[in-house]
């Protein structure tokens, strides 16, 4: 079927109609789509039958469907130079919303992580605690080891040298504590007994009416009337003191292999890093041992000075139980900030209770003046540029460990402070060395060369 022009009729159901001879732009001198300019038709050629009034309808028709379709297939021009570019469409959501939305959402998963990680450190303390701790010794000891090692005593001989020299030393230390409780119990009570007048006196001179005998026999009544309770709790306190063996003795075999063969172990760890940061992960743990390592030397360091300058104070003005409160003093030196005042207040009281006001405050003057001495000339200079800690984060570092996990959290938290702040400033250094050229057991490599200038 043929339209009267001689050119075949468009299928039946399309909406787009078949250009006519009379479109062309060739037959009226327009520019096709290649931008030629072509000459009119020689007025030779043989006239179309197509009457103007059907051409001009036909070709309105084509450009109406063209427009509503949103095609341009009815103009040959337009066909031929390709689809026209659309404008891009406008962004549902503005732009500040788009970027806080992703920033929180990638907040969310870090924050999702880290309370994984911790709720699996927590379920399993048991083996976290005891593994940390032995990190915590091997830093204390393998400066020993080494030296030992390099006057040409062998690795496995230096380690149980060591080992043996540690638990000596820790056993002598604990047995004489026990003792001096045992031997001075008796003694104690006897003098808080002749003291409790001086106490009532000093009651009687503050605004709170307070009777010291009337206080000392609520609790004595208060421990017989929960003597049941305190039974379970005993019961509780035996399946602790059997965590606490376990621990130990995993704290021990840990230690030992740490001390013996800590670098073959390093070595197998660090395979887990990818291969392309393989050295710059190597060379930031190096770094944050050397920090532990500066940590802990100095830590022990203060805590001696610490027990000793106590302990003589307590000696001079009479107080029993020297050794126990020194030795009490030297482990709480190992909780930053917390420690030094709760074993400080612990050492005041029982001056208080035992030789009255006088003496306590005496000893309270001795803890404050030690503690200042420590706070202001041993750990600045001890310590220097290994450990690197703001106080704020001291302290917020502490009170989230004793929240996480009481007395284990908090001597922790800054070891662990230290050694992630060592690494952080290794990995994002600009400028690092090989990792042997860095001593993971001298303090002073805790921290990353200065960048070059310009």
């Known amino acids: 079927m043929t339209e009267r022009t001689g050119r075949p009729a468009a299928p039946t159901g399309s909406d787009i109609p078949l250009?006519?001879?009379?479109?062309?732009p060739t037959r009226h001198g327009r520019t096709p789509a290649d931008g030629q300019?072509?000459?009119?038709?020689?007025?030779?050629?043989?006239?179309?039958?197509?009457?103007?009034?059907?051409?001009d309808a036909d070709h309105h028709r084509a450009a109406s469907a063209g427009e509503r379709t949103g095609s341009r297939v009815g103009d040959p021009v337009a066909r031929a130079a390709g689809p026209r570019s659309r404008p891009p469409p406008r962004a549902e959501i503005p732009r500040p919303l788009r970027v806080a939305s992703e920033a929180c959402a990638r907040m969310l998963v870090i924050a999702a992580g880290l309370a994984l990680l911790v709720f699996l450190v927590i379920q399993l303390r048991v083996v976290v605690v005891p593994v940390a701790i032995a990190l915590l010794l091997?830093?204390?000891?393998?400066?020993?080891?080494?030296?030992?090692h390099e006057r040409r005593v062998p690795r496995g001989i230096a380690t149980a040298l060591v080992m043996v020299g540690g638990l000596a030393a820790l056993g002598g230390l604990l047995?004489?504590?026990?003792s001096t409780l045992v031997d001075g119990t008796s003694q104690v009570v006897a003098e808080v007994t002749d003291n409790v007048g001086s106490l009532q006196e000093l009651a009687d001179t503050t605004p709170f009416r307070i009777d010291?005998?009337?206080?000392?026999?609520?609790?004595?009544?208060?421990?017989q009337d929960n003597q049941q309770t305190l039974t379970s709790g005993a019961v509780t306190t035996a399946a602790t003191v059997g965590e606490i063996l376990a621990g130990f003795a995993l704290c021990l075999f840990a230690l030992i292999f740490m001390l013996y063969d800590g670098r073959r172990i390093w070595a197998f760890v660090r395979l887990l890093a990818p291969r392309a940061r393989r050295s710059r992960v190597d060379v930031a743990a190096r770094r944050a041992f050397a920090s532990l390592v500066g940590y802990v030397r100095a830590t022990v360091l203060v805590a001696i000075v610490d027990a000793v300058g106590i302990?003589?104070?307590?000696?001079a003005t009479g107080v029993p139980f020297v050794l126990p409160l020194a030795a009490l003093v030297f482990l709480g030196?190992?909780?930053?900030?917390?420690?030094?005042?709760?074993?400080g207040a612990v050492a005041v009281l029982v001056a208080l209770a035992t030789e009255g006001p006088v003496t306590a405050l005496i000893v309270l003057g001795v803890v404050l003046a030690v503690q200042q001495l420590e706070s202001h000339v041993l750990q600045p200079v001890l310590m220097g540029r290994a450990v690197r800690l703001h106080p704020l984060a001291v302290a917020l570092g502490v009170a989230v460990g004793v929240v996480l996990a009481g007395i284990a959290g908090a001597l922790l938290a800054v070891p662990l402070l230290a050694v992630l702040t060592a690494a952080v400033r290794s990995l994002v250094a600009s400028r690092e060395v090989a990792p042997r050229a860095v001593d993971p057991l001298r303090p002073r490599e805790a921290n990353p060369p200065p960048a070059l200038p310009g």
Not at 43 to 51: H, K, L, M, Q, V
Not at 175 to 178: C, E, G, I, L, N
Not at 212 to 223: F, I, N, W
């Open 19 to 24: 250009p006519r001879h009379d479109d062309d």
């Open 37 to 55: 300019t072509t000459a009119p038709p020689d007025d030779t050629a043989p006239p179309d039958d197509t009457r103007p009034d059907d051409a």
């Open 138 to 148: 091997s830093a204390l000891l393998a400066p020993l080891v080494r030296w030992l």
């Open 175 to 178: 047995t004489a504590v026990v």
């Open 212 to 223: 010291v005998g009337v206080l000392g026999d609520q609790v004595l009544q208060a421990v």
């Open 311 to 315: 302990g003589l104070g307590l000696w």
């Open 333 to 343: 030196a190992f909780v930053p900030i917390i420690g030094a005042v709760l074993t």
